[in-house]
């Protein structure tokens, strides 16, 4: 089929989804600040729920982070049940686990504590208990007729945003093809933004998470769907990553760096649950599912080969954020400033210790990793619609020479 009329059916498709997409959606009350999250308990208490199923995992349980939360709900009067059986990429099967403890529980309301994974885990969780769904039911556009259960969220990490986005990702437990569930009703009521509970995170957690953060930011900022208020997070977003990552990655106990980190997750969320993302996405999506490769670790490494594409249709935003980041003046030509803004982005992953490329990559995969690619690319606002002999190339670009 000629390109052009590829484009053009593209375009079609993005144009009905656009409607949907651009909705007005719904904001959780946000808590930011040392001791945010029990500053949320505290408000969590004056709501009226009798019992909340605390969604985590078993490595933030056995350092003790969830706990403080628990403790402060018990003091005040909320009773509390704990599921801490959520993964990475969490499955179908860890999800409809959670929703049978959470009725057998009897609980009228969700916590999550965690990252991105216990967040969304949490999210389909609250939706299909409300509705008497398994996960799998939940799955695609708008599938609860009724509202979640109450939820809220304590991101764990500064990254995915998922505290504020309307997406929830889960995974097929044998395919492991990433399920995407889509629905304003899981945003959480409210979340706390809290720089203690992440000071320990390691370094690299640190690192990849808060470029999964800039990805969101930047793929959000280039996109073709926009509105002044997303730009503004997508700008605020970026600035504050590129001001503070290399901080937080140092010295994990610098507050300051920590909770604007936060901060930049939380914009970012807002930015790109409205923008959408892009191709740096449609890559590292697939090098999830095929490898496992953590998602904040796979955008980090494919965010700046895919902005090296996108330099000149998305000439114009990137060197908006070049100006706006301060890494060069209005009065430079538009070519250098986003030099200096992709040359930023090498240099920042380099600093952090994000590797240029990977040697999970296996011939016999690329063709089917540029065709997905290729597919989920073409269902996002993209400055522009990339050929396969560029996926392919920038693919094997990721390979780690033999």
């Not at 504020?164 to 044998?174: G, R």
């Not at 290729?374 to 269902?379: D, H, I, Q, R, V």
Request: charged residues 20%; glycine residues 8%; negative net charge.
């Amino acid at each position: 089929m000629p390109g052009f009329i590829k484009e053009l059916g593209y375009k079609a498709m993005l144009a009905l989804k656009k409607g949907i997409v651009m909705e007005p959606k719904p904001r959780p009350a946000v808590f930011v600040g040392k001791d945010a999250a029990l500053d949320l308990c505290e408000s969590i208490s004056h709501v009226g729920l009798k019992k909340i199923l605390v969604v985590t995992d078993k490595p933030l349980m056995d350092i003790g982070i969830p706990q403080q939360a628990i403790a402060r709900l018990s003091a005040k009067g909320v009773a509390t049940a704990i599921y801490d059986g959520v993964k990475p990429d969490p499955t179908v099967s860890v999800v409809d686990a959670g929703i049978e403890v959470l009725k057998r529980e009897a609980c009228d309301g969700v916590l999550a504590i965690g990252g991105g994974s216990s967040i969304d885990a949490a999210k389909v969780m609250a939706l299909a208990a409300a509705n008497g769904l398994k996960a799998l039911d939940c799955v695609g556009l708008k599938k609860g007729k009724l509202p979640s259960l109450p939820l809220f969220a304590v991101p764990t990490t500064a990254g995915t945003g998922s505290e504020v986005t309307i997406v929830a990702v889960i995974s097929d437990d044998e395919t492991h093809e990433k399920l995407m569930v889509a629905d304003p009703k899981v945003i959480p009521s409210a979340a706390a933004l809290d720089p203690n509970i992440m000071k320990g995170l390691p370094p690299q957690i640190t690192a990849a998470t808060g470029m999964d953060a800039l990805t969101h930011a930047v793929e959000s900022y280039i996109n073709t769907w926009d509105t002044p208020e997303c730009l503004q997070f997508g700008r605020s977003a970026t600035r504050l990553v590129l001001n503070n990552l290399e901080r937080a990655c140092a010295n994990g106990e610098d507050i300051a760096a920590r909770e604007s980190m936060a901060l930049a997750s939380y914009y970012a969320g807002l930015a790109f649950t409205t923008c959408l993302v892009g191709y740096v996405h449609a890559v590292s999506h697939q090098l999830g599912g095929h490898y496992g490769v953590p998602h904040g670790l796979a955008n980090a490494m494919v965010l700046p080969h895919v902005l090296e594409l996108m330099k000149d249709s998305a000439g114009e935003r990137l060197a908006e954020l070049a100006v706006y980041c301060e890494l060069g003046d209005e009065t430079e030509p538009r070519d250098e400033l986003v030099r200096k803004f992709i040359d930023r982005i090498w240099a920042l992953n380099e600093e952090i210790g994000i590797p240029r490329t990977t040697d999970v990559i296996k011939d016999e995969h690329i063709e089917d990793i540029v065709s997905a690619a290729l597919k989920e690319g073409a269902g996002y606002p993209v400055p522009r619609f990339l050929e396969r002999a560029e996926c392919t190339a920038l693919v094997q670009g990721l390979r780690t020479a033999a």
